[in-house]
C-alpha cells in the first residue's frame, strides 16, 4: 500500500538530513509502530507519508502511484485517504466536539445527511457518545484525543497516521488510546504510529521500525523498541 | 448542487463570523470604501452635469455677426448662405434688436432714450450650423466678409466650460485612485486579520485536505462583503444627497442649460459602475490577502 524507496529529506534549516535512505513497505491492513528517541525522524516520516512534506532525494508510493506526481486534486484525494492524528490533538476551540468531526466531511464537500449520519457513529466507536455538543476545553485530554481519532477515522480512511497520540496523556489514558487504535485496526485499517514510548511498544508486540538519527535501524515483526542506541 | 450549496452555506457562516469578530476593523474598512466612493461619485456627477450643461450650450450656439453701417445686407446675406455649414440665418434689425436689448433689461426709460438716431446697436445675422464643432471654423469666416464689424459665439464660455470638466475630471480620477488603494489595503489588512485568527483552522483544514478553493472563499467572501457593505452606504447617501441637487436646480434654474442629469440609463451607469467597483474593491482586498496565506 505505501513504498518508500531510498527517501531523504533534508530541511533548509537542517544541518542534516531529518530522514536518510529510508526503504520501507507497508500492507494494507498492517499496524505499525514508527519508534526512536526524539528527532530520530519519525514525524518527518509521517509528514512525508501524507505528503505535507516532499521528499528531497527518493520516492513515496501509495497504492502504486509515485507521490511526486501529484497534482494538487490528486493531493487532496490522498489527504482525504488519510487520516491524521496529533499529539498536541489540534481541535478548534471554538467548535463543539460534533462541529470538529464534522470537518472532515465538509472539507471533502459530503452532503448534510451523510454528515449526520457518520459523526455519531464515529464518536460512537471512539466512546464519546453524548459529548457531541461539549467544546474541547470541557474534556479530559484522553477524550480530546478521542475526538481527533474520530475526526481522523469518521472518513473511514485507508490509512490512519498518528504521531506520538499518547504523549500528553497519562499512562492508562494512553493504553486505552492504543486499544482503540488496535480495534481501528482490526477494521482494516492501516495504522502507523509514531512513538518513542517503550512500554506501550514492547506491550502490543505489533511491527515495530525502529528510527535513529533518520535512518532505519530495525524493522521487526511482533517487536519491541528496547534498543538503546 | 447540493453539495455545492453546502459548501457555499460552509463558507457564508465562516465569513459572517470572521466579519463579526472583527467588526470594529470592518467597518472602517467599509467605510473607507463608502468615502472613496462617494466622492468618486460625485466627482462623477458632477462631470455628467457638466457635459449635459456643454452640450446644451453647444446645441443652442449661434453665431451672432455685428455689420458696420457699410454692409452690403442682401449681398453679405447671399454669402453667408452659402457657406458650408450653415444651416439658418436670421437678419436681425438694429431696432428690433434695441427692443429686445430693452425687453432684457426691463428699462423703458434707457430704451427711449435710445430709440431713433440714438440706436448705438448694429445691424446683425444670427446664424446656427449644423454641428456645435463647426461653428468657431464659421464664426472665423464670416468675420473675415466685408461689412463684417464682429462676431460673437460665446466660444470662451465653451472653452471655460471645458477646462473646468477637464479639471473636475483629473482631480476625481487622482483622489478616488489614492483612496481606493487605501480602501483596498484596509480591506486587505482585515481579512489578513482574519486569517491570522483562523491560522489554527486552516492548517487543520489543509491536513484534513481541504483545497485552496474551499479555504480562500471564505475570505474572498468576507472581502466582498465589507466591500457592499461600504458602496451600499456611499450610494445611499450620494442617491439622497444628488436627488435634493437635482430637485432644487430643476425648481430654482430659469437657465434650460442648467437642468441636472435625470436620464435613468445614465444613473444606473453611474450608481451600477460604482457598485460594481465597491464590491470589486472588496474582493480584489480579499484575494490580495489570501493568495500567500493558503498554498496546499
Given at each position: 500500500m505505501i513504498e518508500i524507496v531510498s527517501a531523504t529529506k533534508v530541511y533548509k534549516t537542517g544541518s542534516r538530513p531529518a530522514v536518510e535512505e529510508v526503504d520501507l513497505r507497508v500492507g494494507r491492513g498492517e499496524f505499525i509502530f514508527l519508534a526512536g528517541p526524539m528527532g530520530a525522524g519519525k514525524t518527518t516520516l509521517i509528514?512525508?507519508?501524507?505528503?505535507?512534506e516532499r521528499p528531497t532525494k527518493g520516492q513515496i508510493k501509495f497504492l502504486?502511484?509515485?507521490?511526486?506526481?501529484?497534482?494538487?486534486?490528486?493531493?487532496?484525494?490522498?489527504?482525504?485517504?488519510?487520516?491524521?492524528?496529533?499529539?498536541?490533538?489540534?481541535?478548534?476551540?471554538?467548535?463543539?466536539?460534533?462541529?470538529?468531526?464534522?470537518?472532515?466531511?465538509?472539507?471533502?464537500?459530503?452532503?448534510?445527511r451523510e454528515i449526520k449520519r457518520r459523526v455519531p457513529v464515529a464518536l460512537d466507536r471512539v466512546g464519546l457518545s453524548g459529548k457531541e455538543n461539549s467544546f474541547p476545553s470541557e474534556l479530559s485530554g484522553g477524550e480530546q484525543q478521542r475526538a481527533g481519532i474520530a475526526r481522523a477515522i469518521v472518513r473511514e480512511p485507508l490509512v490512519l497516521l498518528a504521531d506520538e497520540p499518547t504523549g500528553n496523556v497519562d499512562r492508562e489514558t494512553a493504553l486505552g488510546l492504543m486499544?482503540?487504535?488496535?480495534?481501528?485496526?482490526?477494521?482494516?485499517?492501516?495504522?502507523?504510529?509514531?512513538?518513542?514510548?517503550?512500554?506501550?511498544?514492547?506491550?502490543?508486540?505489533?511491527?515495530v521500525v525502529t528510527l535513529e538519527q533518520g535512518r532505519v535501524v530495525g524493522d521487526e515483526l511482533q517487536g519491541s523498541y528496547d534498543r538503546v542506541h | 448542487m447540493t453539495v455545492f450549496i453546502n459548501y457555499l452555506g460552509y463558507c457564508l457562516r465562516q465569513a459572517i463570523i470572521s466579519v463579526s469578530r472583527n467588526r470594529w476593523l470592518a467597518l472602517v474598512s467599509a467605510a473607507m470604501i463608502a468615502v472613496a466612493l462617494a466622492i468618486l461619485g460625485g466627482f462623477l456627477l458632477a462631470a455628467a452635469n457638466t457635459n449635459q450643461v456643454m452640450k446644451n450650450v453647444q446645441s443652442n450656439l449661434e453665431i451672432a455677426v455685428f455689420l458696420d453701417t457699410?454692409?452690403?445686407?442682401?449681398?453679405?446675406?447671399?454669402?453667408?448662405?452659402?457657406?458650408?455649414?450653415?444651416?439658418?440665418?436670421?437678419?436681425?434689425?438694429?431696432?428690433?434688436?434695441?427692443?429686445?436689448?430693452?425687453?432684457?433689461?426691463?428699462?423703458?426709460?434707457?430704451?427711449?432714450?435710445?430709440?431713433?438716431?440714438?440706436?448705438?446697436?448694429?445691424?446683425?445675422?444670427?446664424?446656427?450650423?449644423?454641428?456645435?464643432?463647426?461653428?468657431?471654423?464659421?464664426?472665423?469666416?464670416?468675420?473675415?466678409?466685408?461689412?463684417?464689424?464682429?462676431?460673437?459665439?460665446?466660444?470662451?464660455?465653451?472653452?471655460?466650460?471645458?477646462?473646468?470638466?477637464?479639471?473636475?475630471?483629473?482631480?476625481?480620477?487622482?483622489?478616488?485612485?489614492?483612496?481606493?488603494?487605501?480602501?483596498?489595503?484596509?480591506?486587505?489588512?482585515?481579512?489578513?486579520?482574519?486569517?491570522?485568527?483562523?491560522?489554527?483552522?486552516?492548517?487543520?483544514?489543509?491536513?484534513?485536505g481541504a483545497g485552496n478553493r474551499f479555504i480562500r472563499l471564505p475570505f474572498l467572501l468576507e472581502g466582498l462583503a465589507i466591500g457592499f457593505t461600504g458602496t451600499l452606504a456611499a450610494l445611499t447617501v450620494l442617491g439622497l444627497a444628488y436627488h435634493r441637487f437635482a430637485l432644487f436646480l430643476i425648481q430654482s434654474s430659469p437657465l434650460f442649460f442648467l437642468h441636472p442629469v435625470t436620464a435613468p440609463v445614465k444613473l444606473i451607469l453611474i450608481f451600477g459602475g460604482l457598485l460594481l467597483l465597491g464590491i470589486a474593491m472588496g474582493g480584489l482586498g480579499g484575494i490580495y490577502s489570501i493568495r500567500r496565506f493558503s498554498g496546499v
Open positions: 509528514k512525508l507519508i501524507s505528503c505535507e502504486g502511484s509515485d507521490t511526486a506526481a501529484y497534482k494538487e486534486r490528486h493531493l487532496l484525494l490522498h489527504r482525504r485517504k488519510m487520516g491524521l492524528v496529533f499529539q498536541d490533538f489540534r481541535l478548534l476551540k471554538n467548535k463543539t466536539i460534533y462541529e470538529n468531526v464534522a470537518l472532515a466531511l465538509v472539507v471533502s464537500g459530503r452532503p448534510p486499544e482503540l487504535f488496535e480495534r481501528i485496526n482490526e477494521g482494516g485499517t492501516t495504522v502507523l504510529i509514531a512513538t518513542h514510548d517503550r512500554d506501550m511498544v514492547g506491550r502490543f508486540k505489533k511491527r | 457699410t454692409a452690403d445686407i442682401p449681398e453679405l446675406e447671399d454669402k453667408i448662405e452659402q457657406l458650408e455649414g450653415v444651416t439658418s440665418l436670421n437678419f436681425v434689425d438694429k431696432h428690433a434688436g434695441l427692443q429686445e436689448f430693452g425687453r432684457s433689461l426691463g428699462d423703458e426709460a434707457l430704451l427711449e432714450e435710445l430709440t431713433g438716431k440714438n440706436n448705438p446697436l448694429p445691424h446683425a445675422f444670427l446664424v446656427r450650423g449644423r454641428s456645435a464643432g463647426l461653428i468657431p471654423g464659421l464664426a472665423g469666416q464670416i468675420e473675415g466678409l466685408s461689412g463684417v464689424e464682429s462676431v460673437d459665439y460665446g466660444g470662451e464660455l465653451v472653452q471655460n466650460i471645458t477646462r473646468i470638466s477637464g479639471w473636475l475630471n483629473s482631480i476625481s480620477i487622482a483622489i478616488s485612485v489614492l483612496l481606493a488603494v487605501g480602501a483596498i489595503f484596509l480591506v486587505g489588512t482585515t481579512v489578513r486579520l482574519s486569517v491570522a485568527i483562523r491560522r489554527e483552522e486552516i492548517e487543520i483544514m489543509k491536513h484534513l
